[in-house]
């Protein structure tokens, strides 16, 4: 069975960090590029960064230079840092993975999102 499941949410104060994870089940992983998204009640789900099978990575301009995503494919994990955070980047954070397997199988999964609160 196929499951993502985030980790690492919660309340920080600005300029404070948390670490997000991504645990993956399946043997998808090593053939995924990771993303991680957010969204915000009655927005609509933004890009933040991904990694791809190879660890080339990319970013939101909004987040570059203060999140950092990596992947351990020993582990079957993808974490965000995040750093200096900001009130504006609270979200519900989700990781997905999308790809294709050898045999042709276009894959795409969501995990269930971990909340990001930045506040006083």
């Known amino acids: 069975q196929v499951q993502l499941v985030e980790s690492g949410g919660g309340l920080v104060q600005p300029g404070g960090s948390l670490t997000l994870s991504c645990a993956a089940s399946?043997?998808?992983?090593?053939?995924?590029?990771m993303d991680w998204y957010r969204q915000a009640p009655g927005k609509q789900r933004e890009f933040v960064a991904h990694i791809t099978e190879r660890g080339t990575t990319a970013y939101a301009d909004s987040v570059k230079g203060r999140f950092t995503i990596s992947r351990d494919n020993n582990k079957n994990t993808v974490t965000l840092q995040l750093n200096n955070l900001k009130p504006e980047d609270t979200d519900v954070y989700y990781c997905?993975?999308?790809?294709?397997?050898?045999?042709?199988?276009?894959?795409?999964?969501w995990g269930q999102g971990t909340p990001v609160t930045v506040s006083e």
């Open positions: 399946g043997s998808f992983f090593s053939f995924a590029v």
């Open positions: 997905s993975a999308r790809g294709v397997l050898p045999g042709g199988h276009v894959f795409e999964y």
